[in-house]
Structures are given as structure tokens and as C-alpha cells.
């Protein structure tokens, strides 16, 4: 066991705390290795102590160790250029057996093409027996027989790389912060080599390799599927958690996926998106977007602070009542879209998309002196949305509005209303609003309800059809329905006159943020958004280019698209010119290199599907 | 042990896929086939002959069809006309039935579906991808001709290994 080293330092004050029960700990001094077994069950946590710090990793299994971690092999089963925690999480060996799962990982940057730097790599760049960790993994596998190679193939955690467009592989500085970790569960009876990698040429260690720290957890212990992720340079580490419909949806799908900070459903077993699309459009579904982010607004000053930064104008809104728009950065661009609900004149809520939303809003108060208090409140409430043309007949025999509040039924709360009452004695406040295109509400509650209010619509729809809906018939009915999504349709580039909601900016407004760049927008926006209908059955994909007819240079972008069921045509969402935005313009959206292959599309109205808002507003 | 496995006549699986796949079974069979996703089934009538299709992707299909095979041929090739579409029958298909007795649950203890497949609770009209120890198979439970049935799909070369036994 000379090969093992155990850890008898007094760790720095600065190692976070075991996630469970330790067995066994190993320090890496920086730009060394070491060779440690695992058992099968067991979980072997990988930390970047002092952070920037690539930590490659080796794996074998089986007589004499010949079957081994194959990164090809990898990809190649997960259709992902690295596992990430979930559907998709386990590395294979060249026999395509499983032989780590990512249970977590805070860092989710990591390096899966490039071999553990070698004494090839520091010769050529002038340092001729510079310590590599490919060495260093011959060195500490020797004594199990495994024989040596110039260059091993190794998962190089924390290792930051990327492949850009004309194929060059790209490492730069590391994304892993002090204590950054990932956490891996043996799937067999392992022999592994860990490495601090000995790279102090360039930022990929930040020019001196640090020590990492192995622990190994017992096969008992029960540690979460979790993906870290940060909202801003300041917030806390975050790791996926369950909405307050998780365990429900669990017994109905295995299929998962991370969405925002949440586990979401893609899909439903046994239903799957067909089913669950056609039930949104001609029944009733139910959807977990309890991943959306919720900030009360407090104070005497929280409706100027929501007309400064909000892009509507919320002097008309009154209590019960609504707005979509966004929060605009002063260059105009969308920082995140949502909905500012009125809860009295001193207290609204914005619900958007980002947890750095309430930090901005917090930065713009303080800067203009607002007095007004945020508070995060998404941990406090989870909202489930019931849409389709039978959410309103659902809901109609299990809704108790609040005495105090203005509608009796269910029936006399209109578009972009809101109301206190119980579902099934729950406390819920009901929102009338969706993403779907259809009739629909919105139902906020304690999480601690979560189950409950699951349980009671779904046996109060059942008579009539209702089904859960995942993420996938999520996207195609919103796509339909014109609706955008971030990272798609907008980002903090984008104006609001480029992403289609133009109508959703006040101009008149005396002052707000944005305004002065957004009149400039307005006059000659770079592009619109505009819906397509393809000739054809193929369904493009975001970042697939649209071109005037026969010419080479494009003239906008598919942004989003989808084959529509119900109109059963493959439709699109795109960022165009205007020249190219009339109503009826046929342009041609380019396949493969844009060149080779190009599929006819008709601009329409940004919603394919009742693009006049009949629905919803039924 | 009785080697009990029922092998169906190959020559009643079609696979239909394309651009176009989605749209010839429209015409096919009706607006039906677009209530299903990947890995379901129906049961329907093609030229009043009973069949099962199963969707394999957005555009690929696989039909089983017990009718006459050349008259499935010309409603093929009919359907197919002017579509984007190739229609198919893999000679290294092989299709087996399970025997009636034997549960989907019974299956599950020596079959392992593809995460987030689940055999034990595969429904009626539905299919997963699954290994029973390396060997690769289809398992798709539908009827037949208002049986319950469990099916397998598996390559004919491999189909020897495949002993189910009562």
C-alpha cells in the first residue's frame, strides 16, 4: 500500500466540510498523483482545495486491470461531450460497462478530449523533463502492473477546455472555485489514479499547481444528484434541488433532466410528448415551473423601483392584476423576462427566470435611493400551472376565493389576474397567465402543500383527461405559441424590440432603464422576431441561418423551432432583418452548411398558433 | 425446459423512415399516428387488414402487418409517392413473441430496459430499447389482434441465444 497515501496533514480550515461519512482521504500535493482503490458503491469526492486546479483522473477495473475509463466510449453512450449528474451521468469502459456515475458536481467545466498532460506537451514548449501527470500516473501504476504509456487518456477534471467553431481545442483558466468538487459513485471495484496536474506554464492551474483532495464515502450513504451552479459572483453555491412536485412526478418518469436548479421532467413514461401536447390543446395538463424565480418587492418605494427597471408601464396596474415584461439593462437589452404581479401598493412580485434578478433589482434601488426591501421568496413558493381548454372546468369545483377578494369563481378571473384562495382547502394564490397558448392559470403555493395540491387536481381532472406535461411538449406548445424562451429568442443583447415584445415597452414612460437606447432601438432595430412556416417536414434548429432566396449571406437566424402537431407543418421562430419581416416574404432557411441544401419558409405572425390570442383569453 | 418462444414470420415487420416518414403514415393510417411518441404503438387497419405500428422516432415507423405482403407493398408504395421516404424490411430483424403466460413483469427480472425506460412498468402500446444479459432487444407490448402480447425485436443472428423458457 506504499502507492496509497494517506492524509495526516491537519487539513487548511479553508477544506469544506465531508459531505458524509469518510472512509478514506488522500491529499495530492500539487503536480503529483497517487493510486487508490474504490469498491463498487462506493463514492469518491474529488475537491479543488485551493481552486484553478486540474485534477485528471484514471480508472481501471477487472482481472489485472485491463478494462479501463474510455472517454470515446463515454461521449459516444451519452450523446454529451462529458456525463453530467442525471439520465446521462455514467463513464464507461472501452466494454461499454458503467464504472463511475456524477452524483454532483459544483464546477461542471471539465476537460474529456485531451489526454493528462505528457512530457511531449512541456518539450514542446521548451521545457524538456518538466514533471507531467502522465509520468506521474506511470509512476504510481507501475506497482499494479499496469505498464506505462507517453500519454494517458484521463478524465481531466477542473481542466477548462473548449472546441470552437473551426475545431481548434482551446484550455484556459479553470471555472473551479476553492472547494469546488466533483463526486462520483463507483459502479465497480475500482483501481484509480488522481493527479494534481503539474502544468505551471500556463493559466489552465493559474501558474502553480495546488493539492486536491480525495475522500471516499461509504456505498451506504445516500447523496442527492445534485449540479452546483452560481447566479452571480457573490451567491452561494446552489445545487439542484426537488420542487414541491418532484416526488410526485418521480413515481410517474425517470425521466429528469436539470432545468434552472430544478429536476424537471422531459417526458412522462407511458405518455410521452405526443400524448402530453395533445392534452394541453385539447384537455388539460398540469406543469412544474416552480424553477421559476419569485422577489417580493416591499416598501413605499416598490412601485418605483418595478416602473424604473420593469419595461411596462405599472401605473394602471392595479391590485389582483399583472404585467409581462422584462428588466432591461441601459443599453436596452432584455436581462430577464417575467411578470410583476401587484399585491398591494407597497408590495409587488416579480417572477422571472434568474436568481440574479433580485440582486439587480437590489443594486438599482440602492443606487437610486429607493426605499424598498427584496426578498427572495422562490423557496417559499412553487408554482404548478394547469393549462388547457378544461383548466377553468377543473378548477371551478375546487377553488375557494378569498371572501375579500373581487372573483367569486374561477369564471370571473380574467387574463393576467391573480386571486387568493384555496384548491382543496390548500392556501394558493392563482394566477391567470401561462406559456402554453392556451386557457390556463398559474397556482403558487407552499411548498409543503406541493403534494396535495398534485393529488387533488389530479383527481379532479381525471375524469376528463388530465395528464402531467414535461419540459419537451412545454417547448413545441410554446414555440407555437410564440412565446419566448432565454437563451433563445433573447439575452442581455437583445432589445425587446429585436425579440419580438417590442408591445412590452412603455416608451411613454417619463424615465425608466433602457429608455434612451431603447428609442434609438425602436426607430431601426437590427432585427425582429418573426414566426416561419418551412416547407417540407424537417424541423430546423436554433442558429441555422435564413437567406434571401438564392443569395449566399443571410439575412436573419432560427432562434427556436419545432414540428407543429396541430398544424402539422414544421415551424420556426427567427431574428430577421426588417427588410426581410413583411407578412408572406418567402426566404430560405439553410441546412447543413447553409450552402449545400436550403428549405423554403414563409414569414407569418411570431404565433404559428392562434396568433390572435383567442385562447387565452377564452 | 421447453423452449416455448413463439419466432412471428419476419417477413410482417416494414420499417417506414424519412423526411416524410410521419406524413405517409397519415396518409396510411389517419392523424392517429402523430398521437404517439417514439417508442408507442397503436393498433389499426390498413385496407380493413389489422396491423400494429410502432413509432420508433418523429419519422421512422416500424408497421407489422399479417396481411398479404404485396398488397402492403403497393399501399406502400402508394402512400410513399412523392415523399421523402424509404420503406423497408431488415433481413437481420428477427421477431419473437413471448409466450402468453410470461408477464412483463416476469420479463423485468431478467431484461434491463435503457434509462429512463422501465420494464416493469412498460404499458400496453409501448416499447423500450433493453438487454437481456448482452443481448440486445426491442420489447414492445401491444396486441395482436386484440391478444396482449409481448414482443421482441432482436437481430437474427443473435436470435439463438434467445431461450424463453415456461
Redesign the interface.
Known amino acids: 500500500m506504499g502507492v496509497i497515501t494517506q492524509l495526516d496533514l491537519t487539513p487548511p480550515q479553508s477544506l469544506p466540510p465531508p459531505l458524509g461519512q469518510v472512509v478514506a482521504e488522500y491529499w495530492i500535493e500539487g503536480g503529483t498523483a497517487i493510486a487508490y482503490p474504490v469498491t463498487a458503491g462506493q463514492y469518491i469526492q474529488i475537491v479543488d482545495v485551493k481552486g484553478c486546479q486540474c485534477s485528471d483522473l484514471v480508472v481501471f477495473t477487472g482481472d489485472r486491470h485491463t478494462e479501463e475509463l474510455d472517454a470515446t466510449v463515454t461521449r459516444t453512450l451519452n450523446g454529451l461531450s462529458m456525463p453530467v449528474a442525471g439520465?446521462h451521468g455514467k463513464y464507461f469502459s472501452q466494454q461499454m460497462q458503467p464504472l463511475l456515475e456524477v452524483i454532483q458536481d459544483t464546477c461542471n467545466r471539465h476537460d474529456h478530449f485531451l489526454l493528462a498532460c505528457t512530457a511531449r506537451y512541456y518539450e514542446d514548449l521548451g521545457y524538456p523533463g518538466h514533471p507531467s501527470c502522465s509520468d506521474n500516473f506511470n509512476q504510481v501504476l507501475r506497482p499494479y502492473g499496469i505498464a506505462p504509456r507517453p500519454g494517458w487518456s484521463a478524465i481531466n477534471f477542473f481542466y477548462n477546455t473548449a472546441v470552437d467553431r473551426q475545431g481548434a481545442i482551446a484550455g484556459t483558466e479553470s471555472w473551479s472555485r476553492p472547494g469546488d468538487y466533483v463526486l462520483l459513485q463507483a459502479q465497480r471495484d475500482l483501481l484509480c489514479a488522481s493527479s494534481s496536474c503539474a502544468d505551471d506554464l500556463d493559466p489552465v492551474n493559474g501558474w502553480q499547481p495546488t493539492p486536491i483532495l480525495i475522500r471516499i464515502y461509504e456505498a451506504q450513504q445516500n447523496f442527492p444528484l445534485a449540479i452546483g451552479r452560481r447566479a452571480s459572483a457573490t451567491a452561494p453555491l446552489r445545487l439542484t434541488q426537488p420542487s414541491a412536485f418532484t416526488a410526485r412526478i418521480q413515481q410517474l418518469?425517470?425521466?429528469l433532466v436539470e432545468y434552472n436548479g430544478y429536476w424537471v421532467p422531459?417526458?412522462f413514461?407511458?405518455?410521452?410528448?405526443?400524448?402530453e401536447y395533445?392534452a394541453l390543446r385539447s384537455g388539460a395538463v398540469l406543469i412544474d415551473l416552480s424553477a421559476l424565480r419569485k422577489f417580493d418587492v416591499i416598501g413605499t418605494d416598490a412601485f418605483s423601483l418595478l416602473q424604473f427597471s420593469f419595461s411596462r408601464d405599472l401605473n394602471r396596474l392595479k391590485v389582483g392584476q399583472s404585467a409581462y415584461g422584462c428588466l432591461l439593462a441601459p443599453h436596452g437589452g432584455i436581462i430577464d423576462d417575467g411578470i410583476v404581479f401587484c399585491l398591494s401598493a407597497t408590495h409587488y412580485r416579480y417572477v422571472g427566470n434568474c436568481d440574479s434578478d433580485g440582486e439587480w433589482l437590489e443594486r438599482v434601488a440602492v443606487q437610486s435611493g429607493f426605499n424598498v426591501e427584496i426578498q427572495p421568496c422562490s423557496d417559499r413558493l412553487h408554482n404548478l400551472a394547469i393549462q388547457g381548454p378544461l383548466s377553468r372546468q377543473i378548477l371551478r369545483s375546487l377553488t375557494q376565493f378569498d371572501l375579500h377578494v373581487a372573483p367569486s369563481t374561477i369564471d370571473d378571473l380574467p387574463y393576467f389576474h391573480f386571486a387568493t384562495a384555496t384548491i382543496a382547502t390548500i392556501p394558493v394564490l392563482i394566477s391567470r397567465t401561462g406559456y402554453t397558448g392556451e386557457l390556463g392559470y398559474e397556482l403558487f403555493i407552499h411548498p409543503q402543500h406541493g403534494a396535495a395540491l398534485w393529488d387533488a387536481l389530479m383527481a379532479a381532472g381525471a375524469p376528463v383527461g388530465l395528464q402531467p406535461m414535461g419540459m419537451l411538449a412545454l417547448d413545441r406548445a410554446r414555440i407555437e405559441a410564440g412565446l419566448l424562451a432565454a437563451g433563445r429568442e433573447f439575452d442581455d443583447l437583445t432589445s425587446p424590440y429585436q425579440a419580438g415584445i417590442g408591445w412590452a415597452v412603455a416608451l411613454k414612460k417619463p424615465d425608466f432603464i433602457g429608455k434612451a437606447a431603447l428609442e434609438k432601438i425602436r426607430a431601426h432595430p437590427p432585427t425582429v422576431t418573426v414566426g416561419l412556416v418551412l416547407d417540407?417536414?424537417?424541423?430546423a434548429t436554433g442558429g441555422q441561418g435564413v437567406h434571401p432566396i438564392a443569395e449566399r449571406w443571410r439575412a436573419g437566424t432560427i432562434t427556436s423551432a419545432t414540428?407543429s402537431?396541430i398544424l402539422?407543418r414544421s415551424i420556426a421562430i427567427a431574428q430577421i432583418v426588417p427588410d426581410y419581416a413583411e407578412l408572406g416574404t418567402v426566404l430560405e432557411v439553410g441546412w447543413v452548411d447553409g450552402i449545400k441544401r436550403r428549405v423554403k419558409a414563409t414569414v407569418g405572425s411570431l404565433a404559428a398558433y392562434d396568433p390572435t390570442k383567442s385562447r387565452v383569453r377564452a | 425446459m421447453t423452449d416455448t418462444h413463439v419466432s412471428l414470420p419476419p417477413a410482417c415487420l416494414w420499417d417506414i423512415a424519412g423526411v416524410d416518414g410521419l406524413q405517409v403514415m397519415k396518409r396510411l393510417v389517419g392523424d392517429r399516428c402523430d398521437r404517439i411518441a417514439p417508442f408507442q404503438s397503436l393498433e389499426a387497419e390498413i385496407d380493413h387488414i389489422p396491423c400494429s405500428i410502432l413509432r420508433l422516432g418523429e419519422a421512422n415507423f416500424r408497421l407489422r402487418w399479417t396481411g398479404d405482403a404485396a398488397h402492403l407493398q403497393t399501399l406502400l408504395v402508394a402512400a410513399a409517392s412523392h415523399q421523402q421516404v424509404w420503406v423497408k424490411q431488415f433481413p437481420w430483424l428477427a421477431s419473437v413473441r413471448l409466450p402468453a403466460e410470461m408477464s412483463v413483469e416476469q420479463l423485468a427480472k431478467i431484461a434491463i430496459a435503457k434509462p429512463p425506460f422501465s420494464l416493469p412498468s412498460l404499458a400496453l402500446n409501448c416499447a423500450a430499447p433493453a438487454r437481456i444479459n448482452s443481448l440486445s432487444c426491442l420489447v414492445w407490448r401491444h396486441s395482436i389482434q386484440d391478444t396482449e402480447t409481448i414482443e421482441l425485436h432482436t437481430a437474427r443472428q443473435t436470435l439463438h441465444h434467445l431461450k424463453i423458457t415456461s
Do not use: D, I, Y
Not at chain 1, 417540407?536 to 424541423?539: L, Q
Open positions: 439520465l418518469t425517470h425521466n422531459n417526458s413514461t407511458n405518455r410521452g410528448v405526443q400524448a395533445w417540407g417536414n424537417e424541423v414540428f402537431p402539422n
